[in-house]
């Protein structure tokens, strides 16, 4: 990995590879558990920590002045190697000449966001965010001994004062994207479904208060992938499902959600039985592309009797 000398705060884990991904499949399982890079109770070392110093706890890293360093870092019984390369700012400026495009696209992310993600500029930012690249490849790569005396192929990654920054912006937009984030059980926005009522294909929540911008906002961030309305658009779908009770069948279903309106309006892929009872139901996540959280369709009453 290589970075500007003066860099501050960033973590082992952000550097860690891809390709050191197939390290972490766990025996019994063959889970990757690797892949939410939580990495909960790694330890990290510096064997140069006159260039590159770490937390041995947070993995957090200080770049103190030119040269390479190789970093170790321990989680779950993995020993994982690489290198940190600190260069001047020169250097770095020539590696950059390749990676104009996404530079550009870091500094005005950085510029939107500033030191404060708010409403205003959150769209903008979340917008911006599928123009950078938060990691690229140096033309630089390596076979690298660790301290058992295996060789390990490392790529360098380069990363730059703009690029590192942008990173931080992201991780600010994330966390203000979660706060307000309306599916959640732990979010102040949570939405609380008074009634529903369905007749036909159509069913109606009815919200206890009506849903503001952020509210939609978080929502639309959080379904992203799961509709085809682009960030911004006054109304977004997403799927779901109606269940029905006696017979726990599920019906397929499109909610559609409107910045200021106090009900969600669902249709239903089939007509609803009258007399029966149903209750909005989440989507099958588990056989999609899909992870996304739907705790807000059971808070409050959620069940009702089609007409």
Same mark, same amino acid.
């Given at each position: 990995m290589i970075i500007p000398k003066g860099i501050k705060g960033l973590s082992v884990a952000d550097l860690v590879d891809e390709a050191y991904a197939y390290r972490c499949i766990d025996e019994n399982t063959g889970k990757n558990e690797y892949k939410d890079m939580e990495l909960t109770?790694?330890?990290?070392?510096?064997?140069n920590p006159s260039i590159v110093s770490v937390d041995k706890k947070t993995g957090k890293i200080t770049a103190k002045k030119k040269g390479k360093a190789l970093i170790k870092m321990t989680w779950k019984g993995h020993k994982l190697y690489g290198f940190i390369e600190v260069v001047d700012t020169k250097k770095?400026?020539?590696?950059?000449?390749?990676?104009?495009?996404?530079?550009?696209?870091?500094?005005?992310?950085?510029?939107?966001?500033g030191k404060k993600v708010t409403s205003k500029?959150?769209?903008?930012?979340?917008?911006?965010?599928?123009?950078?690249?938060? =990691?690229?490849?140096?033309?630089?790569?390596?076979?690298?001994?660790?301290?058992?005396?295996?060789?390990?192929?490392?790529?360098?990654?380069?990363?730059?004062?703009?690029?590192?920054?942008?990173?931080?912006?992201?991780?600010?937009?994330?966390?203000?994207?979660?706060?307000?984030?309306?599916?959640?059980?732990?979010?102040?926005?949570?939405?609380?479904?008074?009634?529903?009522?369905?007749?036909?294909?159509?069913?109606?929540?009815?919200?206890?208060?009506?849903?503001?911008?952020? =509210?939609?906002?978080?929502?639309?961030?959080?379904? =992203?992938?799961?509709c085809k309305e682009e960030l911004g658009a006054k109304e977004f779908s997403f799927p779901m499902y109606i269940r029905d009770v006696e017979n726990n069948e599920y019906i397929g279903a499109t909610a559609t959600l409107k910045a200021g309106s106090k009900t969600i309006n669902i249709e239903c892929a089939e007509s609803l039985s009258k007399g029966k009872k149903y209750e909005l139901s989440e989507y099958d996540y588990y056989y999609s592309d899909f992870d996304v959280d739907f705790s807000w369709l059971y808070n409050g009453n959620n069940s009702f009797i089609a007409e």
């Open positions: 109770g790694a330890k990290y070392e510096s064997k770095m400026k020539s590696f950059q000449k390749e990676n104009k495009k996404n530079i550009a696209a870091s500094k005005k992310l950085n510029k939107i966001v500029n959150a769209l903008k930012a979340a917008k911006q965010l599928d123009e950078c690249n938060f =990691q690229y490849t140096a033309e630089k790569e390596k076979w690298i001994e660790d301290e058992d005396g295996y060789y390990e192929w490392c790529e360098y990654t380069l990363y730059s004062m703009d690029v590192f920054k942008a990173k931080m912006s992201k991780e600010k937009i994330e966390e203000y994207f979660g706060k307000i984030n309306p599916t959640r059980e732990d979010s102040k926005y949570l939405f609380e479904i008074s009634s529903v009522s369905g007749n036909g294909k159509s069913v109606t929540a009815t919200l206890s208060k009506s849903i503001s911008d952020e =509210q939609f906002l978080g929502a639309h961030y959080t379904y =992203q992938m799961m």
